[in-house]
Nanobody
Framework: QVHLVESGGGLVQTGGSLRLSCKSF???????MGWFRQAPGKERESVAA????????NYLDSVKGRFTISREITKNRLYLQMNGLTPEDTAVYYC??????????????WGQGTQVTVSS
């Protein structure tokens, strides 16, 4: 079992920035990791993913150029830098880990989520 804990969510104005963090208490070096979000009344969607060792990343089209996913593998840490936030980014954000690839991940482990709210 892999335990993931997100932090860094909060309330910001349109155009603001936040950096989300995800900590694992177990080894994640062999896993693809990613960020998902779920807004009220919408399905959960993949925001970004990052590979275990090849540096590959994948982003939701609507966040490209605004969000950056990164990780510190030896520290079992995952990050999501979010810039130029808009109200459409308001959601609960979850981190995830699993086997597979950036383009075909198989996420087995999920955090509890952190709320991001962007005001108009």
């Amino acid at each position: 079992q892999v335990h993931l804990v997100e932090s860094g969510g909060g309330l910001v104005q349109t155009g603001g920035s936040l950096r989300l963090s995800c900590k694992s208490f177990e080894r994640t070096s062999e896993y693809v990791m990613g960020w998902f979000r779920q807004a009220p009344g919408k399905e959960r969607e993949s925001v970004a993913a990052i590979g275990s060792n090849d540096g590959s990343t994948n982003y939701l089209d609507s966040v490209k150029g605004r969000f950056t996913i990164s990780r510190e593998i030896t520290k079992n840490r995952l990050y999501l830098q979010m810039n130029g936030l808009t109200p459409e980014d308001t959601a609960v954000y979850y981190c995830a880990a699993g086997r597979g690839s950036v383009t075909a991940p198989n996420y087995d482990y999920w955090g509890q989520g952190t709320q991001v709210t962007v005001s108009s």
